[in-house]
Structures are given as structure tokens and as C-alpha cells.
């Protein structure tokens, strides 16, 4: 974080959410629209993994458009920038890996299909 | 292959303008809960910004591309990692491809005793089999069979007496999926043996949503990140052209949006080459998120363990 603006520099741009963030360093980019898509993306990300996260007993939400805050059901949460952090957060708040080959997982995913 | 800088590991005796061959020394720094493939190659830090201090004050012609030689046990992945992590780095370079060698004659003899050789097959684009001009026919057929089992992705091609032409190696990333499977082929996986590498590859019976895709594989490659040698394919995400997808271990290359298909064929194309993970696990698992995803996984190809 830069002590003088309070900003935070991300060096890095996950690549999920790469293009997205390629979208606004193209020249003549209309500013706006890359808020409202960016906004529109966070939004269906946070749903998306929630589906999965359920499972844990953990869920997910945007945070000011900067970050995503995670929380358990009892009450801990852990501010994360992206998926590539979200995931080590979610397994320590969750206490046991997070793997999408677990069968547990897929049966609840599947449940009521 | 003019205004092209080449680092080795050792000098050799190459006919190269000494200012675009430099040595680089390996160096890896492991990073806080580093794995293996997300180390930082020092070496490779210095004498890429090395080169680009050098050609922005004019003491090297303006580069077209740089081409790491790595010493024959190198894992690729650091060096892919080193590339897209660094925070100068990513902004001038970008990984246009990777290429390994297969000794016809030795080949399968390190496919057997080094885990790192079957990790060097599996990140590469191009493997270019040497010294066939010393092979009998059989044994150039029987190792390139091999190679192509272990990366389905991958253009092999043969290099008598050494002379290639350097367009063959460096062709358009585009054209990868020249040599992936065709929704035809199907064979059956041996399930029985899936401690060592094999290839899976799918395809989807519909677009896929590229966000949901993205948290699928994001937590793949969390859990089973080392186990996921490759990644590599061309997804169709509901755009008018593919997404570009490339990984190797835990390090993705940036994907790229294409603006077109390559071909008339617009259905996606995915291998995945890995570890202790069956194809029957991998197509379970996407089988289950189809609701997320927005569409269903197709096996099209499986190979069994080599």
C-alpha cells in the first residue's frame, strides 16, 4: 500500500480476471463502461463461487469494488484481492482443502438436479 | 532469426555476436509458500533487464526476441512464472512459446528415470526430435508416439543432421491444435494406473462461462496445481473467437481473447496432462459444475500412462 494516497498497487493481475483488466489499456476504452463491466463481473464471480464455497460453510461478497471479504459462519472473515487468494484463505477459514475432485463436493453440487 | 538474444547456461561455441549471448547462471529464490514451479529464476531477472537496459541505450540492435536455454534438468515453470510475476518483466516480454529436444536414441531412457524429462514434454509446444539421422526407423516412430501420449498439444518434428528451419520452431501460436485430437478418436483410459502422467482431452457441448471456467480451474490448480504438468487449449466462452488458455503447473499464461477461430471447427478443445488425476475424475468433477459452467463436458480423448 502507498502510505502517501492510501492506495494499494496490485503488480499483479490474476488471470482470471486479466480480461477484464486488458479491456481498460486499450486506447479510446470508454472508462464507464469498463466500471460497469468490471462491476458486472465481481458481482457474477462472487455468485459463482458461492455455489462452491456453500459446501464449506463459507461465502463470498465484493467489497467496495476492490476486494472480495470472505466469511465463515461464525463470524471470521479474510479480505482477498482475487481468486488465486481467495482459494489458501478459504481452506484456512474452512480448516480442511478446498479440491473441486472431492466427491463430497460434487454431490452437493449436484443436489437437486 | 536476426536481433535475437540467447541466454545459456554455459558458454559454448557459438558463432554469436557476444553482446546478444550472455550466460545466466541459475539462481532460484522459493517464494513464501512456494511451491516448486512459483519460484522466482534470479539469473533470469538480471539478464533480462540487463538486455533491456542494453537495447534502450543503443548498445544492441532493437530485440525481436530473446531465447533461453535452459540446462537439461530445468524445470520450465519457474521460468514462465519468473516472466509473468515479475513486475518490469511482464510489461516487455511475453512467453511466445516453449521448445524441448528428444534424443531419439536416448529418449525413453530419460522418460523413465527423469520425472523432470516427462515435465519438460509436458510444457512444451514444439519437441524436436535430434539425432533420427543415427535411428532406425522404429525407434524415431515409438518415441515420437510416446511424446505425443504424454502432450496430445504438442508439434514434434524431426531434425536430421541438426539443420532446421528456425520458421518451423517459432510458427504462429494459433496453429498449436494441428496435431490435437479429433472428436473421432476416442480411446479408452487405463484407469488402473493413474499414479503416473497421462492426457485427457475434452471438449464442452456448448459455450462455457468464462468466469465460472476461470473459478473451476483457479481451484484446480489450487489444490492439484503441481499434479496439472499442462493446460493448454482453446475454449469457446460465448465470443466471437476462443479464449487462448496455456498453463503449466500453477503458472497461467495471461489468456488471450482471441478475436477469431483458427478454424471452422468452433467447438472448445482442452488437454490437460496430468499426475495422479484420471480423466474419469476430471470429466466427474466438471460433470458436476455443468450447472455453474453452462455447459457439459465431452471426453474426447484419453490416453493412458506413460
Known amino acids: 500500500m502507498c502510505v502517501l494516497c492510501g492506495r494499494d498497487f496490485v503488480a499483479q493481475v490474476h488471470w482470471t480476471n486479466r480480461h477484464i483488466e486488458d479491456k481498460a489499456r486499450v486506447s479510446g476504452s470508454d472508462p464507464l463502461e469498463y466500471q460497469r463491466d468490471r462491476r458486472r463481473d465481481r458481482v457474477h464471480r462472487a455468485a459463482l463461487t458461492n455455489e462452491v464455497l456453500r459446501h464449506y460453510g463459507l461465502r463470498v461478497e465484493d467489497w467496495s469494488g476492490s476486494k472480495y471479504l470472505l466469511r465463515d459462519k461464525k463470524g471470521r472473515s479474510e479480505i482477498v484481492q482475487d481468486l488465486g487468494a481467495l482459494w489458501p484463505a478459504a481452506e484456512k477459514l474452512a480448516g480442511r482443502p478446498l479440491d473441486p475432485l472431492d466427491p463430497a463436493l460434487l454431490h452437493t453440487l449436484t443436489e437437486g438436479d | ?213 476461470g473459478t473451476w480451474l483457479s481451484m484446480l490448480l489450487h489444490a492439484r496445481g503441481e499434479d496439472v504438468l499442462r493446460v493448454k487449449g482453446l475454449l469457446d466462452a460465448g465470443e466471437t473467437g476462443p479464449v487462448l488458455l496455456n498453463g503449466v503447473q500453477h503458472v497461467m499464461h495471461p489468456p488471450e481473447h482471441l478475436e477469431a477461430w483458427p478454424d471452422d471447427d468452433r467447438r472448445s478443445r482442452l488437454v490437460f496432462i496430468a499426475r495422479g488425476i484420471s480423466s474419469e475424475e476430471l470429466i466427474g468433477s466438471l460433470e458436476a459444475f455443468r450447472r455453474i459452467i453452462g455447459a457439459r463436458p465431452r471426453l474426447l480423448e484419453a490416453n493412458a500412462p506413460v
Open chain 2, 1 to 213: 532469426m536476426a536481433n535475437t538474444a540467447v541466454l545459456v547456461n554455459e558458454f559454448g561455441k557459438v558463432g554469436l555476436d557476444h553482446h546478444l549471448l550472455r550466460r545466466a547462471d541459475e539462481k532460484t529464490v522459493l517464494l513464501e509458500h512456494g511451491c516448486v514451479c512459483c519460484t522466482t529464476r534470479e539469473d533470469l531477472v538480471y539478464a533480462l533487464l540487463n538486455l533491456l537496459d542494453d537495447e534502450d541505450k543503443g548498445r544492441i540492435p532493437a530485440l525481436d526476441r530473446v531465447v533461453v536455454e535452459t540446462t537439461g534438468l530445468a524445470d520450465p515453470a519457474p521460468i514462465l512464472f519468473t516472466v509473468f510475476s515479475h513486475p518490469v518483466l511482464q510489461h516487455h516480454y511475453y512467453v511466445e512459446r516453449v521448445i524441448s529436444t528428444a534424443d531419439v536414441l536416448n529418449g525413453h531412457l530419460h522418460l523413465d528415470r527423469n520425472p523432470e524429462a516427462t515435465r519438460q514434454v509436458a510444457a512444451s509446444d514444439v519437441v524436436v526430435l535430434t539425432k533420427t539421422d543415427v535411428a532406425e526407423d522404429g525407434e524415431i516412430s515409438a518415441l515420437r508416439a510416446r511424446l505425443q501420449r504424454i502432450n496430445p498439444s504438442a508439434l514434434i518434428i524431426e531434425v536430421p543432421f541438426g539443420e532446421v528451419d528456425p520458421d518451423q520452431l517459432l510458427r504462429p501460436a494459433a496453429d498449436w491444435n494441428n496435431s490435437a485430437p479429433t472428436p473421432e478418436a476416442f480411446v479408452v483410459a487405463d484407469g488402473a494406473h493413474v499414479s503416473r502422467t497421462h492426457s485427457t482431452s475434452l471438449t464442452f457441448d456448448g459455450p462455457v462461462d468464462w468466469a465460472a471456467f
